[in-house]
């Protein structure tokens, strides 16, 4: 019953590295985001996908980018990873009108 | 700017101990009210969805509230396995469909 895919649970990359984080979701949404979690900060959104190839900066898109070239796929790259990008990213995915709301399970990054 | 305030940041109840989580928001424009239970290095897991005041959402030993201002997520005769982080999140009318979050409040049920 997956529904938002999340390529890895946890990855340690060195410090400028590009890295790439992938997030599959199997329920048709039109929506995709990427947000960060950490502690005392809450989530944070980082980039959203309303449909194919289309992308718009959340509140801290500093350092990253993203791609969506099919429906389903939403990519988040770091560009040259640093330590502070060392974070829990959780992807989510809804439909156009905001409802049905699904996290994935999150992969923790530690940038050394 | 769209806030949402959680409170307490923790709380210990015994075992079928009810009591209340408090979510205090601003937004320009409610579309909805969202909370969330977070199991330590997991994602967020849907629980409920508010879209207007009054309204009242159950499942299981859990029940969301709605007012102009905050939402409640009271929990009836909990269970060790209840224990978790709840976060609650707000949805504006107008803008790019994000969340909102609050930090979180930290539940530990001790059996």
């Known amino acids: 019953d997956v529904k938002v895919t999340q390529s890895s649970r946890y990855l340690v990359k060195r410090t400028g590295e590009k890295v790439f984080l992938e997030c599959v979701q199997d329920?048709?949404?039109?929506?995709m985001f990427w947000y960060r979690q950490d502690p005392g900060l809450g989530l944070r959104l980082i980039y959203f996908?309303?449909?194919?190839?289309?992308?718009e900066k959340g509140d801290i898109p500093e350092g990253y980018s993203v791609s969506r070239e099919k429906k389903e796929r939403f990519s988040l790259i770091l560009e040259s990873a640093s330590t502070n990008q060392t974070s829990m990213y959780l992807c989510?995915?809804?439909?156009?009108?905001?409802?049905?709301?699904?996290f994935g399970s999150g992969t923790r990054l530690t940038v050394v | 700017e769209d806030q949402v305030t959680q409170s307490p940041e923790a709380l210990r109840l015994q075992e079928g101990e009810s009591s209340s989580l408090n979510c205090s928001y601003t937004?320009?424009?409610?579309?909805?009210l969202f909370w969330y239970r977070q199991d330590p290095g997991k994602g967020p897991e849907f629980l409920f969805t508010?879209?207007?005041a009054g309204e009242e959402k159950e499942k299981e030993r859990l029940k969301a509230t709605l007012t102009k201002k905050e939402s409640f997520l009271h929990i009836t005769a909990p269970k060790p396995e209840d224990s978790a982080t709840y976060l609650c999140?707000?949805?504006?009318?107008?803008?790019?469909?994000?969340?909102?979050f609050g930090t979180g409040t930290r539940l530990t049920i001790i059996p």
């Open positions: 989510a995915s809804s439909l156009r009108t905001g409802r049905d709301y699904t």
């Open positions: 329920m048709d949404h039109e929506n």
């Open positions: 996908s309303y449909d194919v190839k289309m992308k």
């Open positions: 937004v320009s424009g409610l579309r909805g």
């Open positions: 508010l879209y207007s």
């Open positions: 999140a707000v949805q504006a009318n107008f803008g790019n469909e994000k969340l909102t």
